[in-house]
């Protein structure tokens, strides 16, 4: 008897280390809770293309380092999905007919989420208290919103074939760029670019007339395979980057540069929609995200990260960009979105200037 009783102490006390090595940051009261509910919900649906999980191998990345973190038992589950817009319009359409959201944790462009605003999609939390440190005012909108990571505005070019150095979107007008250069038929970036706080609406609108004639044609945002390999000598602009990142970082003649054009940093966010079926593991997943090992994943899983955080991979780039032109980045945040209207309606003329060229 004596025997089973140190056994089972013995067992006990491991028990307990294994729990205490697991929980490796520092757990709020409302953390804490919130980690217990998320394991009682089991799992965390994430409804996503496949560069937010390395084409399915940041599953199982992210499910074992929130737990080691937490201490918890919930599963990362990727339900491979369409563009932000598609996903947030399903949430929409499921959220209006009282039916489970398709997604526990919705990823969504700023300008995105500006334009979801008006449809309520999304629940609140109390993120600060999740993480008081980490989550701060300057990280959530609303009381809602999340700033996922960062975006710069930029392009990326093959470092084998262009030896020019570009530093600016107007230097592709060159014509040794003519019918070689990428650009996305949507337009990526354009609204930006015509922002009043970078060229204006009439400015961007002249460019893009100009710019539509050097297009060889269309790329998608993660196609860094077609600029490495010869296909076009430059993608112009790139989507944030993470990609053609990704790609320079495995040995592709890839480089990526952030543009002085647009002097402003704009945001992915995270949000839980009120629909979501395991609303809690999604919150924990996020709090997540925004934590030291968080970060670092999601740097190696597709090179973006948030510029605010001290660790950040982006940040020397953007502060090399802030010193080299003299100016000083500013938030493109949810609600700026709701100052550049006259950006958005330029940029959806851009969008037909570049469906006219047919390209």
């Not at 609108?205 to 600029?227: H, S």
Request: net charge neutral; with cysteine; proline share 6%.
């Amino acid at each position: 008897m004596r025997n089973t009783m140190s056994l089972l102490a013995a067992a006990a006390a491991l028990l307990c280390a294994g729990t205490a090595e697991a929980q490796t940051l520092k757990m709020t009261p409302e953390l804490k809770a919130l980690a217990a509910a998320a394991d009682k919900e089991g799992q965390v649906i994430v409804k996503y293309s496949s560069n937010f999980f390395d084409g399915g191998r940041g599953v199982k990345i992210y499910t074992d380092n929130m737990n080691k973190a937490f201490g918890t038992k919930v599963k990362v589950v990727w339900a491979p999905g369409g563009s932000m817009p598609e996903i947030g319009n399903e949430i929409a359409v499921s959220l209006k007919n009282n039916l489970p959201a398709p997604t526990d944790l919705y990823t969504g462009f700023s300008r995105n989420m500006g334009a979801f605003l008006k449809f309520d999609l999304f629940q609140t939390a109390p993120w600060k208290s999740y993480d008081p440190e980490r989550l701060t005012d300057r990280l959530i909108e609303r009381d809602t919103y999340v700033k996922a990571y960062s975006a710069t505005l930029g392009f990326s070019y093959n470092t084998d074939l262009v030896k020019s150095n570009p530093e600016r979107v107007s230097d592709f007008l060159k014509p040794e760029f003519k019918g070689k250069i990428a650009t996305t038929a949507f337009g990526a970036g354009f609204e930006q670019l015509a922002a009043k706080e970078a060229w204006g609406p009439d400015k961007t609108l002249e460019f893009a007339r100009q710019f539509a004639q050097q297009v060889g044609g269309f790329m998608l945002c993660p196609e860094a395979e077609r600029l490495s390999s010869g296909e076009f000598l430059a993608f112009v602009t790139d989507c944030g980057g993470g990609s053609m990142v990704k790609a320079s970082l495995q040995g592709a003649p890839v480089r990526r540069v952030v543009t002085p054009d647009y002097p402003m940093i704009s945001y992915f966010y995270h949000a839980v929609p009120k629909n979501a079926p395991n609303p809690n593991a999604a919150k924990l997943f996020i709090t997540y995200l925004h934590t030291v090992p968080g970060q670092l994943d999601m740097w190696e899983l597709h090179q973006n990260d948030l510029h605010l955080y001290p660790e950040s991979r982006q940040r020397d780039g953007i502060q090399a960009v802030e010193k080299k032109f003299g100016i000083t980045f500013a938030d493109a945040d949810i609600d700026w979105q709701d100052t550049n209207e006259p950006g958005n309606a330029a940029q959806r003329e851009v969008v037909k200037i570049f469906q006219a060229s047919g390209k």
